[in-house]
């Protein structure tokens, strides 16, 4: 089977009624949002160690070995307008994890393609969080569902890590994947997929926006809208240069992995429910998510191929 034919088959494995389900359990029931300074009245567990739970139950269901990283943070405070302002200094300090998984790679296996979301929402608002991140973190579960029988050339890894915390844990990712000696080739960030202003969502427009910071960022957001056009994706697919290194992925830039982009539903972020209660499960575009990470999954399957 050629490239063009197996990318084509695990394309169209996603399944977006799983996605689906998963982001209303992890945004609305049983899991309302997912932060370590709230628990559900009667459960034991912060809600997002719960989530760390469903996350780490999907994974192992499909086979895979999760490992999980400690990192200590504290939960922002109520900042101006829609976001974060820091914690104080003798704020509560908690245990966050990142969680990972991965497909080792059968010829470079030293050569790292990874996909990686943010899983918690926002420790200074009860928002549940649908568009940033249950989005992305529910397309990278599904990404690595369907990888989960693949047998990658490269090694395909999977990071789960925290952002709406203080300090990011992606921060801790990078810097001790950097301490490894770790080859990550590239860095694929989902987060905030199919959040797009009220315009596009009125005239259902399915947007994805790839970020770079780069020049080797701009290559692998040239290699989306390549897989956008190859594999006829219904994407509005565009790039934009970034005016600062920043997220998840510019975590990993700025350890020295140039390779990183964000792939998100508009850039500047349009979603008026940002950082709001109102970012409720019930107003994602599924199938935005869905085509959003059949295009990311094309682009790291011909980077695996390459």
Known sequence: MDTLDAVRQAMARLDEGRMSRLLFRLSRDPIPFRKLNYTVPGHDRCTLYEADDLIRRELTSYGYAVWDE???????????????????PNDPWYTAYNLYAERRGSQRP??????????????????????????????????????????????VRFLFCNEEHQPWTSVLAATQARA???????????DGLAGKGAADSAAGARTNVTAFATPEGERLADRMAEVVAAYGVELRQTKVRRPSVNDDDGSFVKAGYRAAVINIGSFPYADPNYHQPGDVPELVDMANVRLAAQATLAAALHLDRA
């Open 180 to 190: 490894r000696g770790d080859d990550i080739i590239a860095v694929l960030n989902l």
């Open 70 to 88: 400690a990192a200590q943070v504290q939960a922002a405070r109520p900042g101006p307008g829609l976001h974060s302002a820091a914690p104080e």
């Open 110 to 155: 030293e050569q790292i393609i990874l996909l990686v979301s943010h899983k918690d929402s926002q420790s200074w608002v009860d928002s549940p969080g649908a568009h940033d991140n249950c989005g992305g973190t529910v397309a990278n579960i599904e990404l690595a569902r369907v990888l989960a029988d693949y047998a990658p050339l490269r090694t």
